[in-house]
């Protein structure tokens, strides 16, 4: 599903933020990226994006040689890739159901296709009874969920959340990586990036360490242990 192959990328002679990088994540897998700051997580999301070029290396995700696509073939990619962030990024002025269906829309969505996929991944996030208010008249867990079912309607391969808890107290957090769990028995491969150790903990999962720009540590069930 994703492969890095030595893979290596510096924005200055001076600051090299990954170095000779190699992971490979299987279709299906939950794996959470941990580190601390400045450790290169950000910008490995940006790679498999498509949003940064690896300056040394292969970045492989399915069928797509990100190494090798030309500006035009990115979105295509983009939306076989599901991203939440930290934070929510609605359009305050429409809607949580416009919100969700804007990302559609911009893709040039039929109505018909529209209508169809909408309810469907507000009923997925458990927002079906609230897709006609506004971000400000729901919770902050709410508006997650929102950006979360906003990141499925292209029904991607990979969903990637980058700090996806981090705007969230406890029990709001603990309900968004329940939610990603659901959606990863789906059989969509999922990547958190986290600083939360207990959520690392409690789930019990693969967890990638990245320290220094390199991946330090690997493990099939792992812990947060920096």
Not at 15 to 31: K, M, P, R, S, T
Not at 40 to 65: F, H, N, P, S
């Amino acid at each position: 599903m994703i492969t890095l192959l030595h893979v290596s990328k510096k924005y200055s002679r001076d600051n090299q933020v990954l170095q000779d990088v190699n992971l490979h994540i299987e279709a299906g897998e939950f794996v959470s990226l941990v580190g601390q700051s400045g450790a290169g997580k950000t910008t490995l999301v940006k790679l498999l994006t498509g949003e940064e070029r690896a300056d040394e290396g292969q970045v492989v995700i399915g069928d797509w040689d990100i190494t090798r696509l030309n500006r035009h073939e990115i979105p295509y990619l983009r939306r076989q890739i599901g991203v939440i962030f930290q934070d929510f990024k609605l359009l305050p002025k429409k809607t949580l159901r416009e919100n969700v269906a804007f990302a559609l829309e911009v893709c040039g969505a039929s109505n018909t296709k529209i209508k169809k996929i909408v309810p469907s991944v507000m009923k997925i996030v458990g927002l079906e009874d609230k897709q006609g208010r506004y971000p400000h008249e729901v919770s902050g867990g709410e508006q997650q969920r929102a950006a979360i079912a906003r990141a499925l309607v292209h029904q991607p391969r990979l969903l990637l959340a980058d700090e996806p808890t981090g705007n969230l107290d406890t029990i709001n957090a603990d309900e968004i990586i329940d939610l990603l769990q659901r959606i990863n028995k789906f059989g969509t491969t999922v990547i958190l990036v986290t600083h939360n150790k207990g959520i690392v903990n409690r789930l019990s999962k693969r967890v990638v360490t990245m320290e220094k720009g390199q991946i330090v540590s690997d493990k099939a069930h792992g812990k947060y242990l920096l």
